[in-house]
């Protein structure tokens, strides 16, 4: 399901944030940006007017100019607009206010893209509630029996499967993830923000620039995972729990394991190559 969206904010840095987060976000389409309340207001009033589609999702602040994020708020309940509401400030006191004016939720500036893309989750749950729909487990987020994620890649969505995933390595700004048949799909979100949509059953991170499919790893040498020409490096802060999630997949020597050289291949059908 794919919710419309409005951005509103008077401090335009600000709108270009949201506006990126958006444009990262599978399930959410950028429906028009506003400075103002009455300009958001404007916006509500043309949407579902002709080729253009209602809108679902609001992001505004709570301080703005003529009329406040509140007050527009209040407008919006007492006219039974169905668009939802997620407040963006920056002073935590207005929390409860927040809350008490029905918002969907509630996020403190500077605002990260992982609380932005938990709030937008918690709206897309409630609108597929109210259509009748099943709710899944959110967008890009597998579970047991979930085979793949949805990213945005070269201003297309694009499906990805786990299955196919070596390793995702990140890059500043964004994360490349390459695939078992060589290619590889780069889409523009942090590291940490791509581990926390992945199962960590599966894909485990074992460096800070780097993300394993733990089902591909087939060999190790010198503290480094083996992936045709490339080596991917294990650190110290994330070596144990690779072990373990190793350990949970085969039985491994530990001496052969931590030899020098050796390269440490993992069994085939019991038995070690």
């Not at 609380?115 to 109210?130: C, Q």
């Not at 990805?160 to 890059?171: C, K, N, Q, T």
């Not at 931590?258 to 070690?272: F, R, Y």
């Amino acid at each position: 399901m794919m919710l419309n969206c409005l951005i509103v904010d008077d401090e335009p840095l600000v709108l270009d944030r949201l506006e990126n987060y958006v444009g990262r976000t599978p399930f959410l389409q950028l429906a028009g940006r506003a400075a103002s309340a009455p300009e958001a207001l404007q916006c509500l009033e043309q949407a579902g007017q002709g080729p253009r589609e209602e809108i679902d999702l609001l992001f505004i602040d709570i301080q703005m100019p003529q009329l406040s994020g509140l007050e527009f708020s209040r407008l919006l309940a007492e006219r039974g607009d169905r668009t939802r509401v997620i407040f963006t400030t920056a002073f935590g006191e207005y929390a409860w206010e927040g809350f008490r004016g029905d918002a969907m939720d509630y996020l403190l500036k500077p605002i990260s893209y992982t609380e932005f893309l938990r709030a937008a989750m918690k709206a897309h749950d409630w609108f597929l509630k109210l259509s009748g729909r099943p709710v899944p487990v959110p967008v890009g987020k597998p579970a047991a029996g979930r085979d793949c994620i949805w990213v945005r890649a070269d201003y297309r969505q694009v499906r990805i499967r786990l299955a196919d995933v070596l390793y995702i390595e990140g890059m500043k700004d964004y994360v490349r993830i390459c695939l078992t048949d060589g290619s590889h799909v780069m889409t523009q979100m942090s590291l940490k923000t791509m581990a926390g949509l992945l199962p960590k059953e599966l894909l485990v991170r074992v460096h800070r620039s780097y993300i394993v499919n733990m089902q591909a790893v087939n060999a190790i040498e010198r503290g480094r995972i083996i992936f045709g020409k490339a080596r991917i490096p294990i650190s110290d802060s994330y070596r144990d729990e690779f072990m373990q999630r190793l350990a949970q997949r085969t039985y491994i020597p530990p001496a052969r394991f931590m030899s020098g050289g050796t390269v440490a291949e993992m069994p085939v059908e019991g038995k070690w190559r």
